[in-house]
């Protein structure tokens, strides 16, 4: 796929894969279950009063991993694991945009309905449908730590006498008749924890699951945001009070009037006078009036339907290696196969050893990518051997092939315009890949293929030549020097002179962003560099990490956006290379040697979507440094060896130092000042000798 520039992890397999490939600027996309990437609310709808379709105000909406995002049913339990194996059997996100849709009594939605069906899955037709339970995107657009509850039923079709979304016999009439009886209504409590603004992915999972009426594959979704556990109130009137994701998927042949005539989907929008009590059921034909149920129609001509997810235990019947690596030699392994169309190449191998950051004597690493296919644009899965997707990748760099990196160092990239292999990825708690996870199953095929869990694939693709490298120290092998970071071209500040470095506000949706700059004068009372992470969202929280020339970490700052890091006299830093690395702060893995071994080593674990950028401020107008160390012309008047000079490193030993001399009398820049070895220093290299 084109038009990416690195990895990404999605966080979820099947519910916004197309969505987010569509925001994010990165090449790859990596499933990933414990830690969640932003999603950009910048398209959103407003849905006030009567009118729909109206562009809001750009904003950002935050996803934020460290809070709960399983809904626990008002009286009853919930799966809190769910399956392993746990795929998508429907989900709703259409042709790939995505955006927020306000609801809420003011935003005069009190119902939000779709149409959906199993067809064309391993469930059409199916008996004893039992799904693990639902998934969509929410956020609590009211106050901080609002409390509600969400209600969600579920119909069996039979649109003539139950359901309609294609215009209303009078008024108050509802999309949802009085005599349809769902087969799944609960209500879930929203958890209170949410600031404004911010959401999750959110999971609805039953103790018992949630099983589909035989004899149909059509149903109807409906979900409502209420203020008692009964579902039975609407939230209080605020500008808004829940937002959820939708996603276009067919444009409407009656946008004018009230429901669509295919892909049905709509809202009941307002509240009609005596039927309060009725609420998800109330609704208008007036179209345009106070109480009616229309479509909901974008700007862009869709019909705008809520985004859902059906989840079930996906099969877990390993597919037949195409070849077996087993557990891999160190160096580079290459192998080389050919696919016919819809076809996957299934590469079996296992590891001797983790390939972590503190495996080995200095870490180890796994890497894997499809450089020296003949197929042009590769996909690649990376599944453990009870298929479970840990990671997906598509692009590697601006080059169509695929690549995966995990465990420590920082390695050139295969092709120019790749990115470096910096051990990106990671399986649940382990910094990089675990040996005991295996053995590994990975699936090569061209893209579009979409990987799902259990080993399954779906979309249609062109076959061809593929070829799979592995490189990896996991048998003891040492780990070859890193390679510096390569920052963007914007990210790359030279030598910095007064006032410094203006770094370019840029979105971050996952990863590291890496910036470089040299300091040509070392800090001092008079030489000062400020390092200001003001350009960093407020909504987000942040890590900074300041690496010197050799790798080494010097010194992190973290915060909303992080506290300016300044050096002067004391902290100081020498004159040299730096690098400082940005990334969300909801989980970051450094070197566990990190002050010694440290190799740029830095490891984000979650995403967002917010800006961020650097700017960096020194006091210093030009570069013309004369070293302080072991100096001949002592008092800088440029006469090597004078009296002059003799006179004033004296001096400066009784603590007045001249104006060009050394800042003190540590001579030999032993870091002791005014000692005896500073004196005989002095004069051996007065006479001409070394220091």
């Known amino acids: 796929m084109t038009g990416e520039s690195r990895a990404v992890r999605v966080l979820w397999a099947f519910f916004y894969k197309r969505a987010l490939l569509a925001l994010t600027k990165r090449s790859s996309t990596m499933v990933r279950k414990s830690w969640l990437l932003g999603v950009m609310a910048g398209a959103a709808f407003a849905a006030t009063g009567v009118s729909f379709g109206q562009m809001e105000a750009p904003k950002l909406l935050d996803i934020r991993p460290d809070l709960p995002n399983l809904l626990q049913p008002v009286g009853g339990t919930s799966n809190p694991y769910g399956s392993r194996v746990e795929g998508a059997i429907f989900s709703n996100d259409g042709n790939g945009n995505i955006g927020t849709v306000q609801s809420g009594s003011a935003a005069g939605n009190t119902c939000w309905a779709n149409d959906f ?202 597919p037949t290696p195409t070849f077996d690596f087993g557990c891999l030699a160190d160096g580079v392994t290459t192998h080389t196969n050919t696919i016919a169309n819809n076809g996957v190449a299934w590469y079996k191998f296992c590891l001797n050893g983790n390939a972590t950051d503190d495996a080995g004597v200095a870490g180890q690493f796994v890497d894997m990518h499809t450089h020296g296919s003949g197929v042009a644009d590769t996909v690649i899965g990376l599944y453990t051997n009870d298929g479970t997707l840990q990671w997906t990748s598509d692009d590697d760099g601006t080059d169509l092939q695929s690549m995966l990196s995990f465990g420590m160092g920082r390695r050139a990239p295969v092709v120019a315009g790749g990115t470096q292999r910096d051990g990106f990825g990671f399986v649940n708690a382990a910094k990089g890949l675990a040996a005991s996870d295996g053995p590994f199953w990975l699936g090569v095929a061209a893209y579009p293929v979409d990987f799902q869990p259990g080993w399954q694939t779906s979309g249609a693709w062109t076959g061809g030549g593929v070829q799979v490298s592995f490189e990896t120290n996991t048998n003891g092998s040492a780990l070859a020097a890193s390679i510096p970071p390569a920052p963007a071209i914007d990210d790359v500040g030279g030598t910095l002179v007064s006032p410094g470095y203006q770094g370019v506000a840029g979105t971050l949706f996952e990863g590291v962003r890496w910036f470089s700059f040299h300091l040509c004068r070392a800090t001092d009372a008079t030489n000062t560099v400020d390092m200001d992470f003001s350009e960093c969202a407020t909504g987000a929280s942040w890590q900074a990490a300041l690496f010197g020339g050799t790798g080494n970490l010097i010194t992190t700052s973290s915060g909303s956006p992080p506290p300016t890091l300044s050096f002067n006299a004391s902290p100081s830093l020498p004159a040299g290379d730096y690098y400082v690395g940005i990334s969300y702060n909801y989980g970051v893995d450094y070197s566990l040697a990190s002050a010694t071994a440290g190799r740029w080593q830095m490891r984000d674990r979650a995403g967002s979507n917010w800006d961020n950028g650097l700017i960096v401020a020194v006091s210093w107008t030009d570069c013309n440094v004369t070293t302080n160390c072991c100096r001949n012309d002592y008092n800088g008047d440029g006469a090597v060896g004078t009296d002059s000079d003799i006179e004033a490193f004296f001096r400066c030993l009784g603590g007045t130092c001249c104006p060009l001399c050394p800042p003190n009398s540590d001579f030999n820049c032993d870091g002791a000042v005014g000692t005896d070895a500073d004196i005989e220093s002095f004069f051996r290299v007065l006479s001409g000798g070394a220091c």
């Open 117 to 318: 069906n199993f067809t064309g899955t391993s469930w059409a037709g199916a008996t004893g449908r039992v799904a693990t339970g639902l998934e969509f995107l929410y956020f609590n657009t009211g106050p901080d730590n609002q409390a509600f509850y969400i209600r969600i039923r579920l119909y069996k079709s039979n649109p003539t006498t139950e359901f309609s979304f294609n215009g209303a016999t009078g008024e108050c009439t509802p999309m949802v008749s009085a005599s349809a009886v769902p087969f799944f209504d609960t209500v879930f409590t929203w958890p209170a924890v949410y600031p404004h603004n911010t959401g999750n992915p959110m999971y609805v999972r039953p103790a018992g699951g949630i099983a589909f009426p035989n004899g149909t594959d059509q149903f109807y979704f409906v979900m409502q945001a209420c203020s008692d556990a009964a579902g039975t109130i609407l939230l209080p009137a605020t500008a808004a009070t829940w937002e959820f994701t939708h996603s276009p998927i067919a444009t409407a042949t009656n946008a004018a009037g009230p429901g669509v005539d295919a892909t049905d989907l709509g809202r009941d929008q307002g509240n009609c006078a005596g039927g309060a009590a009725n609420l998800l059921l109330d609704g208008s034909a007036v179209v345009g009036g106070t109480s009616d149920h229309r479509s909901n129609i974008a700007p862009d001509g869709l019909a705008m339907a809520p985004s859902f997810t059906v989840l079930y235990t996906a099969p877990t019947v390993a």
